[in-house]
């Protein structure tokens, strides 16, 4: 896959910027939609003519939260197929259960430290596609530690 498009979703404008920056570093070519919230994901996914890659939800957003944004996504034929990654800070076992029940790929806690979250965003970047489901859950001790609840590969097609 040439061409990488990504969409991402999260209020939180330093924590955007840390995704933008680690992306931009891993590979300057990947085209990175953002959005404030759900709401908004929703709406730049009916304006891209290309829809992305795969879409990275955080769960805590004005408007509409990730959860409710995912219920969207999957309940909608012109995006159900597309991957899902929740990002949070939060690491209660309730809300990777969650993701894991509403057909995510995989919900990853945001870590603080920049190369960290390059580290994580690499191995994605490398895998996208048939092999990423295999690569977070197979991923080194430093990614693995962020990656929890990585679904079936035959939920994701």
């Known amino acids: 896959m040439d061409k990488k498009i990504f969409l991402l979703a999260d209020d939180d404008r330093d924590d955007t910027e840390m995704f933008m920056e680690a992306i931009a570093g891993i590979n300057n070519s990947i085209i990175c939609h953002c959005t404030a919230d759900g709401r908004e994901a929703l709406q730049k996914l009916d304006e891209l003519t290309e829809k992305p890659h795969l879409i990275f939800l955080d769960v805590n957003m004005p408007v509409m939260n990730g959860w409710q944004c995912l219920k969207v996504l999957k309940a909608d034929e012109r995006y159900k197929h597309i991957p899902v990654i929740i990002i949070s800070t939060s690491s209660h076992q309730r809300d990777i259960n969650t993701a894991a029940e509403l057909g995510t790929l995989c919900y990853f806690i945001k870590p603080n430290d920049f190369n960290e979250l390059t580290q994580i965003l690499q191995v ?6 048939v092999g990423l489901v295999d690569a977070l859950r197979h991923a080194p ?10 679904s079936d590969s035959s939920k994701q097609k």
């Open 141 to 150: 001790g430093n990614v693995a530690k962020y990656i929890h609840a990585c």
């Open 124 to 129: 994605i970047v490398a895998s996208i596609g």
